[in-house]
């Protein structure tokens, strides 16, 4: 799903496209949604213009325990997911929600590095894991 058409809609419009590009990914442990999981929430999600053709986009997550140890890659299927699926003109900001999670300076450094997550993705293993978190439900 390209959201490329749909960036002249208004911003509420833009944050529930990037809501349904996000609520069908499949939690990496459990067989649940992130949306099933209330990992994500439509109010998690927050667009503003950077400039006249440039969009913020910022989600925040709230993993299911402060501990959980897929947090880094619930972060990286919902940066890959909305890398492929948003236009070119846009900035993408994804962070763990404040206080939800032991090591989220960490987790929020890891998942908004471009390198790192370049470097992850080389990762044949962990690409075929977000891979199938990311599929379109069928």
């Known amino acids: 799903m390209s959201l490329q058409t749909e960036w002249t809609c208004s911003r ?8 349904d590009l996000i609520r069908d ?3 990496p442990e459990k067989d ?8 994500v ?10 400039d006249t053709d440039t969009f913020l986009v910022r989600v925040e997550f709230t993993p299911t325990v402060s501990h959980c140890s897929m947090a880094t890659l619930i972060g990286l299927c919902l940066r890959v997911k ?13 962070f763990i929600k404040e206080g939800s999670h032991d090591t989220e300076k960490e987790v929020n450094k890891q998942i908004n590095d471009k390198e790192r ?12 894991l ?5 599929a379109e439900p069928e």
């Open 12 to 19: 509420e419009d833009v944050v529930n496209n990037v809501y």
């Open 25 to 27: 990914i499949r939690d």
């Open 32 to 39: 649940n949604t992130l949306e099933e999981l209330n990992v």
């Open 41 to 50: 929430c439509e109010d998690c999600v927050t667009v503003s213009m950077l």
């Open 82 to 94: 909305l890398q492929r699926c948003l236009p070119q003109k846009h900035k993408l900001d994804i």
């Open 117 to 128: 997550v370049m470097a992850a993705l080389e990762n044949t293993t962990l690409l075929n």
């Open 130 to 134: 977000v891979e199938e978190c990311i």
